[in-house]
């Protein structure tokens, strides 16, 4: 199998990416961050207001998670409960950012992933696929942009006037600090990772640059 690795920072475009360059490959797409949100919103389900360790143990061994596609559309389901429309919501944001540092998480999706990436010609897109998920992976690509291009594709996201460009500067920075100072699996370049920033580029010139890669290494 055919496994692309897709990390990189928040509102760099890796999302828009991994489906474009899906589509004209005709691969899978796993968006493994859908994984950790899923969980989260069962979390928030069961009323579980601790979050430590031992919490942490005791839900992931109750919890069956399933990943299935409709289409193009990524679905979690979780203990037979599909919680799909929930993935974005910003309660759901805050929650799985702080349950997905404990490792006994990680290490079941981690096996979802790589299930995943046995099975399929497969993209999977996150913020450790290249380092830790697939190390291995024929191809592999960190999408960066600068932060003041990507605070303003946030801001267009958010379509909310009370809150400043700066401040969503200000809350991004915040974000990369924690996704690359973390202890487990931080954000960070795999050596063989293709840096690909898409700060001045249209979606079309950096799939230009990404096929012409996956042509040259895989
Ligand atoms: O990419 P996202 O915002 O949908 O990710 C949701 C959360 O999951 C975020 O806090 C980072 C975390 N995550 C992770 O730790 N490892 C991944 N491979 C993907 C996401």
């Given at each position: 199998?055919i496994?692309?690795?897709?990390?990189?920072?928040?509102?760099?475009?890796?999302?828009?990416l991994?489906?474009?360059?899906?589509?004209?490959?005709?691969?899978?797409v796993?968006?493994?961050?859908?994984?950790?949100?899923?969980?989260?919103?069962?979390?928030?389900?069961?009323?579980?207001?601790?979050?430590?360790?031992?919490?942490?143990?005791?839900?992931?061994?109750?919890v069956?998670?399933?990943?299935?596609?409709?289409?193009?559309?990524?679905?979690?389901?979780?203990?037979?409960?599909?919680y799909?429309?929930?993935?974005?919501?910003?309660?759901?944001?805050?929650?799985?950012?702080k349950?997905?540092?404990?490792?006994?998480l990680?290490e079941?999706?981690?096996?979802?992933?790589?299930?995943?990436?046995?099975?399929?010609?497969?993209?999977?897109e996150g913020?450790?696929?290249?380092?830790?998920?697939?190390?291995?992976?024929?191809?592999?690509?960190?999408?960066?942009?600068?932060?003041?291009?990507r605070?303003?594709?946030?801001?267009?996201?958010?379509?909310?006037?009370?809150i400043?460009?700066?401040?969503?500067?200000k809350?991004?920075?915040?974000?990369?600090?924690?996704?690359?100072?973390?202890?487990?699996?931080?954000?960070?370049?795999?050596?063989?990772?293709?840096?690909?920033?898409?700060?001045?580029?249209?979606?079309?010139?950096?799939?230009?640059?990404?096929?012409?890669?996956?042509?040259?290494?895989?």
């Open positions: 199998m496994n692309i690795a897709i990390d990189g920072h928040v509102c760099s475009g890796k999302s828009t991994a489906r474009a360059l899906g589509r004209k490959l005709g691969y899978h796993l968006d493994t961050g859908a994984i950790y949100r899923g969980l989260a919103c069962a979390y928030r389900d069961r009323g579980l207001t601790q979050i430590n360790e031992e919490e942490i143990k005791r839900f992931v061994d109750s069956n998670v399933k990943v299935a596609f409709d289409g193009q559309v990524q679905r979690v389901i979780v203990n037979d409960k599909d799909t429309p929930y993935l974005r919501e910003e309660e759901i944001s805050i929650l799985s950012s349950i997905s540092p404990y490792p006994y990680r079941k999706v981690l096996s979802i992933q790589r299930d995943f990436a046995k099975k399929y010609n497969c993209i999977l913020r450790d696929i290249g380092t830790v998920v697939l190390p291995d992976a024929d191809v592999k690509f960190f999408v960066t942009a600068r932060p003041e291009i605070a303003k594709r946030r801001a267009e996201q958010l379509n909310d006037k009370s400043t460009f700066e401040q969503v500067l809350d991004l920075e915040e974000r990369d600090y924690k996704d690359e100072h973390r202890a487990v699996a931080p954000l960070k370049v795999a050596p063989d990772a293709i840096v690909i920033d898409t700060s001045d580029d249209t979606l079309d010139e950096t799939m230009d640059k990404c096929i012409r890669a996956i042509k040259k290494n895989r």
